[in-house]
């Protein structure tokens, strides 16, 4: 049997690009605890991707989150998630310009000393990822943000699995060697609602989440959905709801939020109500058909429109389908208790 030693080095004596682990020492120790920065997002020495379409609030919670890591002197938490590791933060930056980078991290309460901020023009991943390797080396950072994956890495074919391993690979390599946290802000995808182009893409992170809202949401302004879509160093997390919005000072406020809750489709219910409908719009005694009211008008029970489709009487479903035609105006109850067509005649 080979040995780890076999493979220390080739022929001419260089270092191997394979390196045998120690697993008997791995089976007699637990595993390390996850060295989470802020969990479940980030980790030391794991690449996360946050994903979101255009105008759902990627880079204020990302700049927020760098914000809170770099509150070295007192613990802070990011709408709910504690800081488990505080230190300097790196922000990569091809998206906003410096005049929205001012006014944010004014608002975001950025503390001084504990952020370094870099423009990126003219910047590609593909071709440029020593320089950035430079920088983290010369600042050290506990966690390093790239905003965004397109705008870093221009020209890149995001449906083609190998460009995609080309520009993620050099990064997610660096953040495993300097051990560090790095969050790649990039793009949704409209299809499946997590990270677009190739699963290339999805592959070459640890952690995968997605902010997105709810169209039919109220306060879809401000309230945002953060779901997890990957999490290699633990199970993946519940999708947490948070607020991200401008105060009366000019504050960025960033919170935990009551979850939307949008009303059920209701498919049993719905169906049940179209077919009384037409049971009811068939009867000559429905308003609008003029001269066709016959001297003794159409009644029913509860029993009659339960077995018109096909249901118990006592189906709680039929009732309310029942109640939706009253409320509606298309039928209405008569003295003995039985239901009409059309609204109940004024006296």
């Known amino acids: 049997m080979a040995s780890a030693r076999d493979f220390a080095s080739d022929d001419a004596g260089m270092q191997s690009p394979l390196r045998v682990l120690d697993v008997e020492e791995m089976l007699s120790t637990p595993p390390p605890p996850v060295p989470w920065v802020v969990p479940p997002i980030l980790a030391r020495g794991c690449a996360t991707m946050l994903a979101g379409r255009e105008g759902r ?9 760098a914000a809170a890591v770099g509150a070295v002197d007192h613990v802070l938490d990011i709408a709910g998630m504690p800081v488990g590791l505080s230190g300097h933060v790196l922000y990569v930056d091809a ?21 370094t901020y870099v423009e990126a023009n003219g910047f590609d991943l593909k071709s440029h990822v020593g320089e950035l390797e430079q920088l983290v080396r010369q600042c050290t950072p506990k966690l390093l943000v790239l905003d965004s994956l397109r705008s870093l ?12 391993e080309a520009a993620l690979r050099p990064v997610v390599r660096l953040t495993q060697q300097l051990r560090i ?30 902010l997105s809202r709810h169209e039919d949401d109220p306060m879809g302004a401000t309230r945002r959905k953060l779901a997890c879509w990957k999490s290699r160093p633990a199970a993946e997390p519940e999708p947490r709801w948070l607020t991200i919005k401008p105060d009366i000072s000019g504050d960025i406020l960033l919170m935990e939020a009551a979850p939307f809750e949008p009303e059920r489709p209701t498919p049993v219910r719905d169906g049940l109500e179209e077919a009384l409908r037409e049971l009811v719009g068939g009867c000559t005694g429905v308003p609008g058909h003029r001269g066709s009211t016959p001297s003794t008008p159409p009644c029913w029970t509860f029993a009659d429109f339960a077995r018109h489709v096909g249901r118990d009487p006592k189906d709680r479903t039929v009732r309310q389908a029942v109640k939706r035609l009253e409320e509606a105006g298309l039928i209405h109850r008569n003295g003995d208790g039985r239901w009409q067509p059309g609204p109940e005649d004024d006296e």
């Open 57 to 65: 609030g990627k880079s204020m919670f990302a700049l927020a989150t």
């Open 95 to 115: 998206e906003n310009g410096e005049h929205e980078v001012h006014r944010r991290v004014h608002g975001l309460s950025v503390e001084a000393g504990t952020l």
């Open 153 to 164: 890495a221009p020209g890149l074919d995001e449906n083609d699995s190998q460009q995609a």
């Open 181 to 210: 946290a790095t969050l790649i802000l990039h793009h949704a995808s409209r299809q499946s609602g997590e990270y677009r182009g190739s699963t290339a893409i999805g592959a070459a992170v640890e952690l995968g989440f997605t």
